[in-house]
């Protein structure tokens, strides 16, 4: 089967020579000054009575189109009302059909956190999540060298983000140390995008006790999501099942419910 991660990784690389040349690190960090504060996610998980890291969306590469014509002003305000602890936006293009526009256009709209989902392998991308708004971002343990997550993790704090790790499996809980903020467990696996729920409760026996929890992919029932609770998880990123539905934040609102009387 076709290695999809792999595949996304070399595009992205590609991707980021091309915005280098377009606009220098040194042009990102003159913008910095003007970036808007921060939230804390790891704080909103942890006293968040449903936990829900609601996605906005638009594709993905196993599912194809899921809302083509998604937009991040109408989509992302509804999930705050709903009642998300916090928000994780999609920026990868080619992929998942997003672009950092939609954190920009979504920041002043909301409250809550915000997430920078993308495949981060660049600390140029870091500087981008920054200036965007972004108060998180993403770090695939599978698309990275344990040093070079480590030293991502370490410039995302110097920027005053926090940061989401992500693994898949047992080998990668070496990623895990006093850097990360949250830990979340991806039930899909990015090689082949076979999804599996019951991978996070393997290893959430694994994790340190004092880690908030993030269980991704594959979240459709709310009884599921109280069940990761009961295991420990504070943190349910859920996308797809929302943004396949004609109102994104009434489903979530009706999820909420259901997980939280």
């Known amino acids: 089967m076709k ?8 595009n992205k690389r590609f991707e980021v020579d091309l915005q280098k040349q377009a606009i220098s690190i040194e042009q990102l960090q003159e913008g910095i000054s003007e970036s808007p504060t921060l939230r804390s996610m790891k704080q909103a998980l942890a006293s968040s009575a449903s936990g829900i890291i609601a996605e906005f969306k638009r594709r993905s590469p196993s599912k194809g189109w899921i809302q083509e014509e998604a937009c991040p002003e109408e989509i992302v305000p509804s999930y705050a009302a709903a009642g998300a602890s916090a928000l994780s936006i999609l920026t990868d293009e080619k ?3 997003g672009s950092l526009k939609d954190i920009r256009a979504a920041r002043p709209l909301v409250e809550i956190p915000i997430l920078r989902k993308d495949f981060i392998i660049d600390e140029y991308q870091l500087y981008q999540a920054k200036i965007v708004g972004a108060d998180a971002v993403l770090l695939i343990a599978a698309a990275l060298e344990l040093e070079k997550c480590n030293e991502l993790a370490e410039k995302a704090h110097e920027l005053g983000m926090e940061v989401l790790l992500e693994i898949h499996s047992s080998e990668e809980l070496a990623y895990i140390n006093k850097g990360i903020d949250m830990v979340g467990i991806n039930n899909r696996n990015l090689g082949s ?3 599996d729920v019951a991978n996070s409760f393997r290893l959430a026996e694994h994790l340190p006790e004092d ?3 993030v269980s991704e992919s594959g979240l459709s029932q709310p009884e ?3 069940q990761l609770r009961d295991a420990g998880f504070r943190g349910f990123l859920i996308g797809e099942t929302f943004m396949r539905t004609g109102q994104p934040g009434e489903t979530l609102k009706d999820f909420i419910d259901k997980i939280t009387t």
């Open 3 to 10: 290695d999809i991660l792999s595949e996304i990784i070399a």
């Open 95 to 97: 992929f998942f059909g």
């Open 193 to 195: 995008f076979h999804t």
């Open 211 to 213: 880690i908030i929890r």
């Open 224 to 226: 599921t999501v109280s």
